[in-house]
């Protein structure tokens, strides 16, 4: 036995090494995966251009020999089903004439993610929408889908805001592109008399689900959040950081409808925030307010003259408030449920059995 260690000393600096080649790793395999990518978006498309060019003669029959040839040509290459080569068409012709722009984001998502866009999508304008928002946040396919179905592309950027008059640009767009209207929490199910606190906390219960409703960049900080004014006590609903803007958004909520005075309160909340949490380096706090409805033009009344940048949009849960009549009709009555139920061992009927013994 020499004596020597099993193993050399590690040097100081090995963790630093390591981490470093683990990022240099990490980098070249998302950008070879990234090329992989582009390079089968761009075959598709090539694919899709042959077959919308020979769509005039060639009908479902001769795609569907197509497909069998090339998947005998190459036994190891999968996507080349006769559903998708006429997926690879629709697509081809949904972005056949799109900007040099939206050209270099059509290879930047998986094909899954095109499928979708083509399929339930019909307006180019909500595609491109769709996929520069996909490219932007990193959405999977199945988020994908959830905000296509939950209307995402009609609802950004529609909040009623002052942030002309309280923000400086760029950072006002950036702002009102960050807030949509209505806010849109089908994950939740309240009753029609639900309290505002219940509603907090329903939305932290579902705190992911809430964030991405909310969209990227928004980071929770608290609930029911402390200030002090005056010697009183004062709670803000909801504190959240908006990472791009880097500033605070304070979230008011209401289950009920807006009113004017609810303008009044959060515009002295982000008067608080401003000066008791916000920092040199952070943008004006800008402030949200959700409602269960509003009229449009109450709140740019409200509005008009408030100094601080805010927001008001409605919130839904989407609860089918009425059954259709086709549905309703075949549905047993609460007769006939109790009815039912009285047959059953341990009913009303056994029990009223079991008194007369």
Not at 59 to 87: C, H, M, Q, Y
Not at 212 to 232: I, P, S, T
Not at 331 to 353: I, T
Request: aromatic letters at 8%; proline letters at 4%; a negative charge.
């Amino acid at each position: 036995m020499s004596g020597q260690p099993a193993h050399a000393a590690i040097p100081p600096n090995y963790a630093e090494v390591l981490d470093e080649l683990k990022r240099q790793v990490r980098s070249a395999h998302a950008k070879a995966a990234l090329a992989v990518n582009r390079e089968l978006i761009e075959l598709y498309l090539a694919i899709g251009r042959q077959l919308a060019v020979q769509q005039g003669g060639w009908g479902s029959k001769v795609v569907e020999r197509l497909a069998r040839d090339l998947r005998a040509e190459f036994p190891d290459i999968k996507g080349f089903s006769r559903t998708n080569l006429f997926n690879m068409r629709r697509v081809y012709l949904a972005w056949e004439g799109a900007s040099e722009t939206v050209q270099q984001l059509v290879g930047q998502i998986p094909w899954g993610h095109h499928v979708v866009l083509v399929s339930k999508l019909e307006d180019s304008g909500a595609r491109e929408f769709c996929l520069r928002k996909t490219v932007e946040n990193g959405w999977s396919r199945a988020i994908l889908g959830v905000q296509i179905e939950s209307g995402l592309h009609e609802r950004q950027g529609r909040a009623l805001t002052n942030f002309a008059s309280t923000l400086p640009e760029p950072a006002g767009e950036l702002a009102r592109e960050a807030l949509k209207d209505p806010y849109v929490f089908d994950f939740l199910t309240l009753g029609e008399q639900a309290r505002e606190e219940e509603l907090e906390r329903a939305l932290l219960e579902h705190i992911q689900r809430f964030l991405l409703e909310l969209g990227v960049g928004f980071a929770f900080v608290g609930r029911q959040v402390h200030l002090e004014a005056g010697e009183r006590d004062f709670y803000l609903d909801l504190l959240f950081c908006h990472l791009r803007l880097r500033c605070f958004v304070v979230i008011e909520l209401k289950v009920v409808p807006f009113e004017p005075e609810h303008v009044g309160k959060l515009n002295f909340y982000l008067s608080l925030v401003d000066d008791q949490l916000r920092h040199e380096a952070d943008g004006p706090t800008i402030g949200l307010l959700l409602c269960k409805e509003k009229n449009r033009v109450l709140v740019e009344y409200a509005l008009r003259d408030v100094a601080k940048p805010v927001g008001v949009s409605e919130w839904t849960t989407r609860i089918v408030e009425s059954l259709p009549e086709d549905l309703e009709d075949r549905l047993p009555s609460v007769e006939q449920l109790e009815a039912e139920l009285s047959r059953l061992p341990g009913g009303p009927a056994d029990e009223d059995k079991g008194e007369e013994r």
